[in-house]
């Protein structure tokens, strides 16, 4: 029967950050389980043997024949002397489950092979209605396999180990016995754990993972910085940037580019050429994204994949001629007044330049005008394609209503676009072309896509000033000061203070920024829409703008579900029956 032998020795620190204690004030219990072998069901276990330790104290002992519910197979009880006889009396392991749950709680649970004994217990718990509750894990057969050598020891198994620690208990494949040999060989692997500098139980966790020699010998980088909001930054030899990253924990982030949870193969390669961190720290979250954008697009690391090359997006705009074409640039003029954008790509410029061209009969040709000569028309003049201004076929203000003006107000009203192409959508469907009719619908995406764009970004870059607040997670309030579109100063306001005084602070010292041209003159596209996406947050709060910040209400907006429908749909039939 369970023994209740045992002290609860959990400690109030560990519930703050588990993590953060020492090897020395964890809590380990040492759990053992003899099974009958089969897979892990909710069954099969014979014996539990479970050693609670703090400080190289023992603390109590639980120790409990079970009933696995089946007959005990003979080669089990040639390998551990458990008979049928001796588990018949035993209770079933739904009634010792609670009792090793409780010896459980707050503690971090050791076994050698961990994740065969955690899966029994698991199993057992989902299976009977009992909640596992995950403690933290160390396997000793892992830990060994990060601080001894071959040369110290040929295998990691428990009987080696406790060999070469010369445990005063040596393993006898029974639950409590191979429990107290696995507490002396736990005691054994911590005290060569210093040598690594694992000082805490979360270190000795991620420790004990498939880390690289390399996380290993660079772990230390990660001594020292804040736990607050702000922007990390991997520095090479000669001090260039390598990587930048955001976080609302610093430290807490940079730590597990050192763990077994990063994989990535460019990470580790950055790792390797990184020589220190250096922090940024920010007022709030906000502002760390922010000028994390700021820094990649200025240094352009290597490392990074995103936001390296803002200055590359394009715009469609149309040029300034009698009969003006759609023309893809990376910058826009102060007297240009029809434009479409921006666009990552030039391949996103022009398939929502197809997507408009289907839609009204601009011209596609390259060549300039005149109103006074004509030249000979090309094939799309004689597919109805276009109106063959080039012959003179249209005249200017004709070919400004039907064929300029719709782009013109593509971003603040594509109803005239966005219906044509509709249009052409059913009439590709109902003739059975459904690939055209995908190809139209991947068009038309394309254009609502950069107008719905436009129209938000416009809508916060017309602001010239606007202050925003929401609760900070410690209390206080995050403030971020925003002037056409660009974040102008951040600030937090301590708990229990009135904001006023912070906020004026912040508009006072805030940087100057002018008007400019485009729905992005002072900023990244980036930038803006992710003080849009903060901004938007219910719990974020508008305490004063400049002027209204207003969506139009016959806007490309109003076509942000057509929008959704039409980036899921598949090239099927059906898919153009959703539109």
Known sequence: MVRPDYVQGTLDAQLADPGAVSLRETTFVVVDLETTGGAPDGGGITEIGAVKVRGGEELGVLA??????????????????ITQAMVAPAPPVEMVLPSLLEFLRGAVLVAHNAPYDVGFLKAACARHGYTWPDPRVL?????????????????RKL?????????????????????????????????????????????????????????????????????????????????????????????TRVRSYFTAAEKRARMSEMIGAAQRVEAVECAHALEAEVRELRLIAAHAPP??????????????????????????????????DAYLGPFASRQAAELAAAGLHDAVPLRQCTHKLSIRTTIAACVLAELGRCAAPCEHRISVPDYERTSVDPFRTAATDPRVVVDALLARIDTLAEAQRYEEAAVVRGRLAAVLRAAIRMQRLTGLTTIAQLVAARR????????????????????????????????????????????????????????????????????????????????PVRGAARYRELLRRAEGAPSTKDSTKSL
């Open 159 to 251: 009987g080696t180990l406790a060999a070469f620690f010369r445990t005063r208990q040596q393993p006898t494949h029974r639950a409590l016995d191979d429990a107290k040999a696995t507490v002396d060989v736990l005691h054994g692997l911590i005290a060569r754990l210093g040598g690594h500098r694992v000082h805490t139980i979360g270190d000795a966790i991620e420790f004990a993972k498939a880390v690289t020699p390399t996380q290993r010998r660079k772990r230390h980088l990660a001594d020292g910085l804040p736990h607050v909001p702000g922007v990390y930054i991997f520095r090479a030899a000669d001090d260039r940037p390598l990587y930048v990253g955001t976080s609302v924990d610093i430290a």
């Open 64 to 81: 409990t024949l079970v009933n696995p519910g089946v007959p005990v197979p003979p080669f089990i009880t040639v390998l551990t002397g």
């Open 472 to 551: 900070a997670p410690a209390g206080g309030w995050e403030i971020a000061v925003v002037r056409h579109g660009r974040l102008a100063a951040a600030g937090t306001s301590p708990p229990g203070v009135h904001p006023r005084p912070t906020l004026d602070l912040l508009r006072a010292t805030a940087e100057t920024v002018l008007p400019g041209t485009g729905p992005i003159p002072n900023a990244t596209a980036e930038e803006t829409e992710r003080i849009l996406n903060w901004l938007e947050r219910p719990e974020t709060r508008l305490v004063e703008t400049s002027t209204g910040w207003v969506s």
């Open 303 to 336: 490392y990074n994949r995103r936001s390296k090359f803002p200055e590359r997006v394009v715009w469609l705009k149309l040029t300034r001629e009698p009969y003006p074409r759609l023309s893809v640039v990376r910058t826009l003029a102060e007297d240009d």
């Open 139 to 155: 396997d000793t057969a892992a830990l060994a396999r990060r601080v001894l050598t071959r040369d110290e020891v040929p295998n």
